[in-house]
Antibody, heavy 115, light 107 residues
């Protein structure tokens, strides 16, 4: 069974940084692109970016490229999202996603940016 | 970025209805459109991939179709468990983009 479990969310002050993790199991993590999607409260879904199997290619939505960094550790079956210079507009549930077509989603982790 | 214009944004439905939700792509995205179902407080679930293919475990009352740049999700004989939000996604071009979502509500 595919499982994607995000962690690392919480309350963070504006301007600070936060790093999210996604622990993957139930499939061969090394064989798949992985990505992140977010959803602001009561809003639609926004694709953040994705990373290929060996981390040689990382794509971002242009508006988020300067503040978010995606990485992965294949030995630990873990995907990461480093977020910097956070603002209130970044308050959202952050989902880990399997594959470019998003075959599976994690349960999400809530990030709240507020002073 | 490619715009996926999803309609309607909300819909009042009855059990047993046939429901159709549509996304119109601003550019050609080929077959690279997925549909997701999202229930309150839950993460999305892939229902349809590559425009017309039913994802594993999805009931056969769900179907996807394409007509030119219009992509549709149809639910035949709506059941109570189908009342949810639905989202389309194009992943033909970067960045992938979602439609605005459709909320189904029971009359």
């Amino acid at each position: 069974e595919v499982k994607l479990v995000e962690s690392g969310g919480g309350l963070v002050q504006p301007g600070r940084s936060l790093k999210l993790s996604c622990a993957a199991s139930g499939f061969n993590f090394n064989d798949y692109w992985m990505g992140w999607v977010r959803q602001a409260p009561g809003k639609g879904l926004e694709w953040i970016g994705e990373i290929n199997k060996d981390s040689s290619t990382i794509n971002y939505t242009p508006s988020l490229k300067d503040k978010f960094t995606i990485s992965r550790d294949n030995a630990q079956n873990t995907l990461y999202l480093q977020m910097s210079k956070l603002g209130s507009e970044d308050t959202a549930i952050y989902y880990c996603a399997l594959g470019s077509s998003i075959a599976y989603w994690g349960q999400g982790t809530l990030v709240t940016v507020s002073s | 970025d490619i715009q996926m214009t999803q309609s309607p944004s909300s819909m009042s439905v009855s059990l047993g209805d046939t429901v159709t939700i549509t996304c119109r792509a601003s550019q050609d995205v080929g077959i690279y459109v997925n549909w997701f179902q999202q229930k309150p407080g839950k993460s999305p679930r892939r229902m349809i991939y590559r425009a017309t293919n039913l994802a594993d475990g999805v009931p056969s009352r769900f179907s996807g179709s394409r007509s030119g740049s219009d992509y549709s999700l149809t639910i035949s004989s709506l059941e109570s468990e189908d009342v949810a939000d639905y989202h389309c996604l194009q992943y033909d071009e970067y960045p992938p983009t979602f439609g605005g979502g459709t909320k189904l509500e029971l009359k």
